[in-house]
């Protein structure tokens, strides 16, 4: 018998209430691997794999592949079936595995559904039909589908109002390998001083999910991969918001970089990626030697402060 979350799912979607099932189920396994703990491995300096990411991408790709036997499937922990078919299935079995390894409750299973009809070339992009991002700690279920519009938990889901960088809140991610050749700290430091505040939660299917749901205004990321961001883009779109590169160019699932918001700002976000690409109008990130005089001269002014005030 459906729960009644999963029995919210409009019957007008096409692929979303069987993917959302498997979701369900591959977030329960997840969830009861979190719960016994599991060991980890890594796959570069500072990229984790743990069973539950192997586990659950079978998992995924047995029962996708019982379901929509045609479909192909692209799987972060290394499963390539059917590539060449009309749909594909871009999976994450486990977004936020860091999270999920250290214990910290951010995570979730993360499923999109590219159509690439007959002819499409194989490095082109074909169109996203729908997309599934289901977060087992909050049991909370993110779909949409081309033209349906998007959801959270059967209730529609819409981007935020909100109309300028200065009032957004925003979130990025940085790579867990060869974080040292990535530039996102200088962009991280400049939207901080511009903008509402940043998080860094270290799941990008969930913060996509996020900016579709309004929870967030806006989301950049360098160098993601397709299922970190298939599902999320279309969800963000479906929920009336904007994906881009950084130069407002179409977004593919092979580009080094992504820009989403509600839509509302984001020409001015294109603009202040512009500048920073082009080492315009930045605030210079201190150095230690500045940040530890500024130190002083606040310790100096509380010192100053509390004698004034035991003087009264």
Partial sequence: MKNAREAAIPSDFVFVPQAASI?????ARLRAFFLEGVATEYKGDADLVTVADRTVEKLIRTQLGEVFPDHGIYGEEGTRERLASEYRWYIDPLDGTTNFAHGFPHFCVSMGLEHRPAGTAPAADGQLVAGVIYDPMRDEMFVAERGHGAQINGKPAQVSPTPHLAEALLATGFPSRKRHANPNIHFYHEFTLRSHGVRRAGSAA????YVATGRLDGFWEFNLNPWDTAAGILLVEEAGGRVTNFSGGRYRLASD??????GLFHEELLGFFDAMFAGRDLAPIPTPEECAATRRERERERKTDLQNSCGQ
């Fill in 23 to 27: 979701a369900r189920e591959a977030g």
């Fill in 206 to 209: 969930l913060d996509l999910a």
């Fill in 257 to 262: 970089e992504i820009l989403s918001s509600n």
